[in-house]
C-alpha cells in the first residue's frame, strides 16, 4: 500500500491518510488498502475503528464492560480484546466484523478464553501466543494463552519483580515498561524461554532518561515510542504528558549495558501543553507515514491524538495534528494492509 504524508481530515475530527487506488472518495482522492486505528474503552468495553483511508469510524458495542488491550487478525477478519472488571476477566474475540458497515454495530462474542486475568493492561501478539500484562499484584504477571483454532488456553503464567503495563513484541523478544518508573525491560525468545509457570527475571533492563513514569510503547521501523504520563494525579496531571521517539532502536538499547541509562541526547521527547499530552496510555507508531496516534485517558475527558513527522519535526510542545474524543480511551492497534 502506497499511503503519502500524514494528513488531517477537517471538521469531523478523524484522521485520514491519501494513497492511490482505483477506488474513488468523490472528493477526487483516491485510495486504496487498509489503514484501520483500532480503540478500546474503559468507559463501556465498546471498540472504536477508525478508518484512515477514507474518513469515518464505526463503533462495535461487545459483551465486556471494560476493555484494555486489542489486536486485529485479518485471519479471522477480527479482533481480540482483554476484557477487565469483576465478572470479566479473559480474553473475548469477535470474528467476522467487516461484514458490518453500519456506524454502530452490537457484537456477539465468537470466543472467550479462560477466566484468568484481573487488571489487563496490554495485549501483544506474536504468531499463536497472546500475551496479557496484568498489574494486579505488585509484582507483575504474564498471562501467555496459546490461540488453537477457534479456542484460547492458558499455557503458563510468567511472574515477574516489577509492576507492569506496556508490552511489545520485537521479533521473539518481548520489551515491557517497567510501571512506576521510567525504565524499559526486555525478555529474549520470551514464549520459548517461558513455557511453564515460574518467577523469572528480564534477560536486560534501562533507564530511559528524561522519563518520569512510562507506559505505553510500540515498535515499528526500528522506531520504538514510549510515552510518559508524568504525574498520575495533581494539579496539571492533565497536561504533564509526552512521548518519547527513539529512532535506531535496537542499536540504541543494545548499546546499553543492563541497569545503565539510554540519554535523552539519543531520543525525541514531545511535551507541553500544546500536546494535549496529560495521560497518555497507550500508543502505537506507523513508520510508514511517521505517525504517532495516542490513546490520551486524562486530558478533555479520553481522547485520540494523531502527530505527524515524529521522527524529523525535533519534539517540543507541538499540537497534534488531529484529534477524535473517545471517553475513556485505553489502548490502540493499528491494522494496514
Given at each position: 500500500m502506497n499511503i503519502s504524508k500524514f494528513l488531517f481530515a477537517g471538521a469531523l475530527g478523524l484522521f485520514t491518510l491519501a494513497s492511490c487506488s482505483d477506488d474513488d472518495d468523490n472528493t477526487g482522492t483516491v485510495i486504496v488498502g487498509t489503514a484501520d486505528l483500532y480503540a478500546t474503552s474503559h468507559a463501556d468495553g465498546n471498540v472504536t475503528k477508525y478508518d484512515l483511508l477514507r474518513g469515518g469510524s464505526t463503533v462495535y458495542t461487545t459483551a465486556a464492560t471494560d476493555a484494555e488491550g486489542i489486536y486485529y487478525s485479518p485471519d479471522d477478519d477480527g479482533f481480540t480484546i482483554a476484557a477487565r472488571g469483576a465478572t470479566q476477566t479473559s480474553l473475548q474475540s469477535y470474528f467476522g466484523i467487516s461484514d458490518f458497515i453500519e456506524a454502530t454495530v452490537d457484537l456477539n462474542v465468537d470466543v472467550t478464553g479462560p477466566s484468568a486475568l484481573q487488571s489487563p493492561r496490554d495485549l501483544a501478539v506474536n504468531g499463536n501466543i497472546y500475551v496479557v500484562s496484568d498489574n494486579a499484584n505488585d509484582d507483575g504477571r504474564f498471562f501467555v494463552f496459546e490461540k488453537d483454532g477457534d479456542s484460547f488456553e492458558l499455557r503458563n503464567t510468567v511472574t515477574v519483580e516489577f509492576a507492569?503495563?506496556?508490552?511489545?513484541?520485537?521479533?521473539?523478544?518481548?520489551?515491557?515498561?517497567?510501571?512506576?518508573?521510567?525504565?524499559?525491560?526486555?525478555?529474549?525468545d520470551f514464549a520459548s524461554s517461558n513455557m511453564t509457570d515460574a518467577t523469572v527475571a528480564a534477560s536486560k533492563r534501562i533507564t530511559v532518561e528524561g522519563i518520569v513514569r512510562t507506559h505505553g510503547l510500540d515498535f515499528d521501523g526500528d522506531t520504538m515510542i514510549m510515552t510518559d504520563i508524568a504525574a498520575a494525579s495533581g494539579g496539571d496531571f492533565d497536561t504533564d504528558g509526552a512521548f518519547h521517539v527513539i529512532s535506531d532502536f535496537e542499536s540504541k538499547f543494545d548499546a546499553v549495558e543492563n541497569g545503565g541509562t539510554l540519554s535523552v541526547t539519543n531520543q525525541i521527547r514531545y511535551e507541553g501543553s500544546a500536546t494535549l499530552l496529560g495521560n497518555p496510555v497507550n500508543v502505537v507508531y506507523?513508520?510508514?507515514?511517521?505517525?504517532?496516534?495516542?490513546?490520551?485517558?486524562a486530558n478533555?475527558?479520553?481522547?485520540?491524538?494523531?502527530?505527524?513527522?515524529v521522527s524529523t519535526a525535533g519534539g517540543?510542545?507541538?499540537?497534534?495534528?488531529s484529534a477524535a474524543s473517545l471517553a475513556g480511551v485505553s489502548s490502540l492497534y493499528l491494522y494496514k494492509d
Open positions: 507492569v503495563w506496556g508490552i511489545e513484541f520485537v521479533g521473539d523478544d518481548l520489551y515491557a515498561v517497567v510501571d512506576s518508573s521510567s525504565d524499559l525491560a526486555v525478555f529474549t506507523d513508520a510508514d507515514t511517521d505517525a504517532v496516534y495516542v490513546a490520551e485517558l478533555g475527558g479520553g481522547q485520540v491524538l494523531a502527530y505527524g513527522n517540543g510542545n507541538v499540537a497534534p495534528s
